[in-house]
């Protein structure tokens, strides 16, 4: 199957900017363009970075076709140099990124991207997309898992989802959040997550009973029986009907999945009646429409429920469908010098952080858990000694001294001057990776509400940079 090029999957202005700084003549010069997001969806605490796998892919491969050349030619607007110069068009940008799977904070630099301005500019567009997507279906995948409270979840959400790509690419954000696996199949065949899922309503209509149907189940998939038990009445047929199922043909692994209904209530009674009759080893599936606080209110209710099938509310990130990360230039070569810029707003929030910058994690010593993320100019050291000060994100008069900890470099490098000098590890690693993280934020951190706002500082150089260019650039 041939691959698209989906190199004119852009934002238009990204072509006319960049046939404007090819006629100006200022394409090659050097710039920084940084991605950050300013919130995180739905209250929470922290989000979770995803979709660097398929930047790079697409970075790597970005090239103007002659397709795309012709188009842009009807299209009118655009030099012939230009159209020249994209014949040959290679990526050779430096970039950093934030690797998958990490809890990020709002305002921290997770991608940057340094090279020719005509280049770092023109990938903004699908860089947002791929980041701002996945990202923000890992960080909902994540919200809900945790709610599960161990009990193991699954992305149902395929025909919900906002197209095919939206389908597969947010299956592999939710599995990294920590589902277990998804009903999107080709997952499975292309990326390694378990395609799970059991029967739908019209299996158990088509046969003449219930029972037949879910006989005819049993015998085809004895190794993994799982019954959907409310097309009828849960209680009075469905639950009753798989239990005599499950006694006459004995599968080794079985379960009941309860679509609809009052589903603390139809837990509780279906666990009795399947104790009952001695079937402890049968698990309850449950679904329909659920979502993070569903989930904890059922569970809070003393729902008897074993796994979770999570579809529209995941896949959609139903209740806060926009992450919210931009790419915004923080500095420009001149004369092999770096020249800061940001941007100012009568929007605070909107203020951009200027400069070539690191980003550092610092964990504590003694319990292993994050404390506070500094961001730095590069030239700067990393955040040490006994005694360092950083300021509450929510109080500028506030600070916190922190010591007997360890800071360690966020960013990884992903390209230098074009060339992928990076290995996007295999997403059941980054999943482990991503869970394991989680463990070292603190539980005031990860509640759902009212979460305690993480420490995001800016290193005394970096704010005393920012504060001059505001200075200058207010006029004050």
């Known amino acids: 199957m041939t691959k698209a090029n989906i190199t004119l999957l852009t934002d238009f202005y990204e072509l006319t900017m960049s046939n404007g700084y090819f006629e100006t003549g200022i394409a090659e010069e050097i710039a920084c363009f940084d991605l950050f997001f300013r919130r995180v969806p739905d209250g929470g605490g922290f989000a979770i970075m995803a979709g660097l796998e398929q930047v790079i892919d697409y970075l790597s491969n970005l090239h103007f076709d002659s397709e795309d050349i012709d188009f842009l030619r009807r299209k009118g607007g655009f030099s012939e140099a230009f159209l020249k110069y994209l ?39 699908m860089l947002l997309l791929l980041i701002n997507h996945q990202s923000l279906i890992a960080t909902k995948a994540n919200r809900i898992v945790r709610a599960a409270e161990g009990r193991a979840v699954m992305e149902f959400g395929t025909r919900r989802a906002h197209g ?15 589902c277990v696996g998804t ?45 959907l038990v409310d097309t009828f009445s849960v209680i009075g047929s469905g639950v009753p009907n798989a239990i005599r199922v499950f006694k006459e043909q004995q599968p080794s692994r079985m379960g009941i999945r309860i679509d609809s209904g009052d589903v603390a209530y139809l837990t509780k009674k279906a666990r009795a009646m399947l104790d009952d009759a001695g079937l402890a080893d049968c698990k309850i599936v449950v679904s329909n ?49 770096l020249e800061p810029r940001m941007k100012l707003s009568e929007n605070v929030e909107k203020i951009t952080n200027p400069g070539f910058k690191n980003l550092y994690r610092l964990y504590d010593k003694g319990s292993g858990r994050m404390v506070a993320d500094v961001i730095t100019l590069t030239n700067e050291k990393a955040p040490a000694g006994d005694d360092y000060t950083i300021f509450d994100p929510s109080f500028t008069w506030k600070h916190k001294r922190l010591s007997n900890f360890v800071a360690k470099e966020l960013r990884r490098q992903i390209y230098a001057a074009g060339k992928l000098v990076y290995e996007s590890p295999p997403v059941a690693e980054i999943r482990s990776y991503c869970l394991a993280q989680i463990e070292t934020l603190w539980e005031e951190t990860t509640r759902f509400e009212n979460p305690q706002p993480y420490y995001v500082d800016l290193s005394q150089e970096l704010w005393e940079l920012r504060s001059s260019l505001i200075a200058k650039y207010s006029g004050e």
Not at 315 to 334: H, L, N, Q
């Open 183 to 227: 009903a999107c199949t080709v997952c499975e065949r292309d990326m390694g997550i378990a395609a799970l899922g059991t029967m739908a309503h019209s299996w158990v209509q088509v046969f003449p009973s219930e029972y037949e149907a879910f006989s005819a189940y049993a015998k085809l998939y004895p190794d993994n029986c799982t019954l």
């Open 87 to 125: 014949e040959t068009f290679e990526f050779g940008c430096d970039v950093w990124a934030v690797p998958e799977g990490t809890p990020i904070f709002p305002g921290e630099p997770i991608v940057t991207v340094r090279g020719p301005l005509l280049q770092a500019q023109y990938v903004e567009t």
């Open 289 to 337: 429409s659920l979502d993070e606080w569903l989930i904890r209110e059922i569970l809070r209710q003393g729902a008897h429920i074993d796994s979770f099938g999570v579809g529209e509310r995941l896949i959609t990130a139903a209740s806060d469908p926009v992450f919210g990360g931009v790419y915004k230039m923080a500095g420009v070569e001149v004369d092999g010098v």
């Open 164 to 178: 095919a790509s939206a389908a597969v690419l947010g299956a592999r954000a939710a599995y990294i959040g920590g």
